[in-house]
């Protein structure tokens, strides 16, 4: 299993600009994630989905979307990048049953500048 | 909401040194506790997660323990090693959050040799 990935590695965006970073996971997890870490912090959550077809929000939504349209796959899209959403990006994924919460699997991060 | 704090920000410790890294959370309604470690540049690695209902887990040189009722985790590092160097990140699972953890800032540790 190749776990969590995610593409690109790194960005480089200009302000006002657009782009979509690309989650995978390949271990059937329904619940996935995308966090954000700033130098010298812990992860806040962006947003989060349960199964295909099911997103929310979490800590810091404003300025991304997201879809979940297969299980697989979970794409973070940021419209009209600002400086202030330069960051490191991680996808995480989990196997959640009923209320039990289970072990979280982080990808290896996208690092986002934006100037 | 939940806030979950670690101390020290940083520890730097000789080679051989067992080290304890602290976690403190301030509201003990969570599912589980999961430490993880994160090399520079990298993505998060789990070390051990606990269960609510565990009072510690161990793997290998690491122990980490829970004591939900005082919001207090740690984690026990035994006879460290240079490549132990690293941060590490302990998130809790809340009961009202759906799985959404919520992480302190890190400990960032250096075993120097």
């Known amino acids: 299993n190749a776990g969590v990935t995610q593409t690109p590695k790194f960005r480089i965006l200009k302000i006002g600009q657009s782009m979509t970073l690309q989650c995978t996971q390949d271990?059937?997890?329904?619940?996935m994630y995308w966090y954000r870490q700033d130098p010298g912090m812990g992860l806040k959550l962006i947003y989060y989905s349960v199964g295909a077809g099911i997103t929310d929000k979490g800590e810091v939504p404003n300025g991304y979307n997201v879809s979940r349209s297969t299980t697989e796959d979970f794409p973070l899209r940021l419209e009209l990048a600002a400086p202030s959403q330069t960051s490191v990006y991680f996808c995480a994924s989990s196997f959640n049953i009923d209320m039990s919460a289970y072990e979280q699997y982080f990808g290896p991060g996208t690092r986002l500048t934006v100037t | 909401k939940q806030e979950v704090t670690q101390i020290p920000a940083a520890l730097s410790v000789p080679e051989g040194e067992n080290l304890v890294l602290n976690c403190s959370f301030t509201d003990s309604a969570i599912y589980n506790l999961q430490w993880f470690r994160q090399d520079p540049g990298k993505g998060l690695t789990s070390l051990l997660l606990i269960q609510s209902s565990q009072r510690e887990q161990t793997s290998g040189r690491l122990n980490a323990s829970l004591d939900k009722s005082s919001g207090r985790s740690t984690l026990y590092i035994a006879a460290s090693q240079p490549g132990d160097s690293a941060t590490y990140l302990c998130a809790v699972n809340p009961e009202t959050s759906g799985s959404r953890l919520t992480f302190g800032e890190g400990t960032q540790l250096t075993v120097n040799p």
């Open positions: 271990m059937n997890h329904n619940y």
